[in-house]
């Protein structure tokens, strides 16, 4: 049972246009998210991070949405860059479990120049 | 460098082996978490400590994974006997008191021939 889904496995994105990455879940006891971006053989590297009470959270180009209702958060990055390119994990996780970290399967962007 | 380390980064061993890995937390950190990556998915939960008293283990993937935090300072994830099933990254990450979001090491890369 795949509590965190990320349907895409892949993003091809123009440099400076816009990457918009897709996260789904389906545990409502989730009540914090974040996404990290991964490049081969090193750990993942925090991105940003929203809390359940809020729909919204901008740090410089990143911004995530949270859709509750929908069980749904996106990461929008703009303008996209070449040094984007990664493995992007959104990440979910519920105070009441110790804080453990769910992750989706990822989704690999390539930023095209 | 104030961050997670991990060591070794690589290991290689002979199955039936058994294999341990160490993890630094950044300091001051009180909670640490160790997670399993094999190719093509996230991360996926093992264990967590909370300062020397590790709180959750029933997702060590089996009787063979243990880990310790003896002095609430490093870890140590071990695995006997392994199995060429066993191969994958091994990731650590620490969150400090009060704090949300988890940092994650580098990674041990293991290989079982």
């Known amino acids: 049972d795949q509590q965190v889904k990320q349907n895409s496995p892949s993003l091809s994105v123009q440099e400076g246009r816009i990457s918009i990455l897709n996260c789904d879940y389906t545990?409502?006891?989730?009540?914090?998210f974040l996404w990290y971006k991964k490049y081969p053989a090193e750990g993942p590297t925090f991105l940003i991070s929203?809390?359940?009470?809020?729909d919204k959270n901008e740090d410089g180009r990143f911004t995530v949405f949270l859709n509750k209702s929908a069980k749904h958060l996106s990461l929008h990055i703009v303008p996209s860059q070449p040094g984007d390119s990664a493995v992007y994990f959104c990440a979910a996780s519920a105070n009441n479990a110790g804080n453990m970290l769910t992750f989706g399967g990822g989704t690999r962007l390539m930023v095209k120049p | 460098d104030t961050g997670v380390s991990q060591n070794p980064r690589h290991k290689i061993t002979k199955r039936g082996q058994n294999v341990t890995f160490r993890c630094d937390p950044i300091s001051e950190h009180n909670r640490l978490y160790w997670y399993r990556q094999t190719l093509g998915q996230g991360p996926e939960f093992l264990t967590y400590f909370q300062n020397e008293a590790q709180l959750e283990k029933s997702r060590l993937l089996s009787d063979r994974f243990s880990a310790e935090r003896p002095k609430g300072s490093f870890s140590t994830l071990e695995i006997q006997r392994t199995e060429q099933g066993d191969s994958a990254m091994y990731l650590c990450?620490?969150?400090?008191?009060?704090?949300?979001?988890?940092?994650f090491g580098p990674g041990t890369r293991l290989l079982v021939l």
């Open positions: 929203i809390s359940s009470i809020k």
């Open positions: 545990n409502s006891m989730f009540d914090y």
């Open positions: 990450a620490s969150r400090g008191p009060g704090q949300e979001t988890q940092y």
